[in-house]
């Protein structure tokens, strides 16, 4: 990098937002983290509604309603196109893991500085990562919901793979019985559907999750680009609340009205550079 050159002032200006955003957070008695679909994009995890996403290739209406996900367990609608989405998205899962900006939240959360993280992801990262306080208002792709008592089980990696392999494999084969039988796992007897937020379906946890944004006094904005609400409405809500906000975003920053500062830049390149300067910052305090 050359002296004076254009890109050791950008560097320079990044490493200015980083301390900035170290200050506020390590100053923070309340934050909270509100994330989407850009922090698991690094960890491999496609977006949907970004050109070349899941929707892309997949009609969000057949397949990514409450309703298929029901149909699905109960042996109807067994077609080629939901063959290949039920595959694709299990392989994907199972490439998925934490990365540092999920592992940055989760230490600090360990700090003691993290109250909550509210995200509109179901891929159980934030969990993985040590994160034990998660808001997951679309649901979570890991857990089942029953449809008759409404009880939610929680799957492990490995029940949820083995659950999801054989479910591909009835599929295939077109076997409504069995598919009917694999379904029927709540304890009452009754059927379950993946535990996630359909096309129409009003999402989970909202009023819990806006008062988590009103509680906090910093509120760290992750990986979204507020296209979808309500969830959307969270910074705004923190915002009106008294919060200082702190942004960042590969793809540019969505929220430059409300937020304080502002990062363009992956999270799990931002993030760690971010809690490292907390730490060292509560050093020197200490």
Known sequence: MRPGSEEERVAQDLE???ERAAA???EATDLVAFTGAGISAESGIPTFRDPGGIWDRYDPYELGGGSVFSALYRAQGV???????????LDVLEKAHPNPGHLA???LERMGILRSVITQNIDNLHREAGNTRVIEVHGNIFRLACLSCGKRIHLDRREFFT????????MRRGDLEGLLKLASRCPCGGV????????GEPVQDMPIA???AQAADVLLILGTSGAVYPAAYIPEYAKKAGATL????ATGCYFQELVDVAIVGKTGEILPRIVERVRQGAGRGG
């Open 210 to 212: 806006v008062r988590e």
């Open 105 to 107: 939240l989760g230490e």
């Open 246 to 249: 702190v942004e960042i975003n």
């Open 163 to 170: 659950l999801g392999r054989e479910l591909e494999s009835l």
């Open 16 to 18: 200015a937002l980083i």
């Open 24 to 26: 506020v957070i390590g």
């Open 192 to 199: 379950c559907r993946l535990d996630v937020v359909g096309f």
């Open 79 to 89: 077609n080629e196109g939901l063959v290949s989405f039920v595959t694709e998205m």
